[in-house]
């Protein structure tokens, strides 16, 4: 087995939460969503915000923010 570069661990982690990113915006726009899994994604949400801008991709702050706060609703 292979191990991935550093490089590429990065590029695989920010290509899954990119997509987990599209996964909640889609449940935050819809009400039959169960309240629980909305509050452990909102979870997710913000560590990977954290995370994200500790990086220096700040860029996304404000879209992750608004998918936290649709989610809250």
């Given at each position: 087995?292979t191990?991935?570069?550093?490089?590429?661990?990065?590029r695989?982690?920010?290509?899954s939460?990119?997509?987990?990113?599209?996964?909640?915006?889609w449940?935050a726009?819809?009400d039959?969503v169960?309240p629980q899994?909305r509050?452990?994604?909102r979870?997710?949400?913000?560590a990977?915000?954290?995370?994200?801008v500790?990086?220096g991709?700040d860029?996304i702050?404000?879209?992750?923010?608004?998918?936290?706060?649709?989610l809250?609703q």
């Amino acid at each position: 087995m292979t191990k991935l570069s550093d490089d590429d661990l990065e590029r695989l982690a920010m290509h899954s939460a990119f997509g987990l990113l599209l996964v909640t915006k889609w449940m935050a726009g819809r009400d039959d969503v169960d309240p629980q899994i909305r509050e452990r994604l909102r979870g997710h949400v913000s560590a990977i915000e954290g995370v994200l801008v500790a990086r220096g991709h700040d860029w996304i702050k404000d879209e992750l923010e608004a998918t936290e706060a649709a989610l809250g609703q």
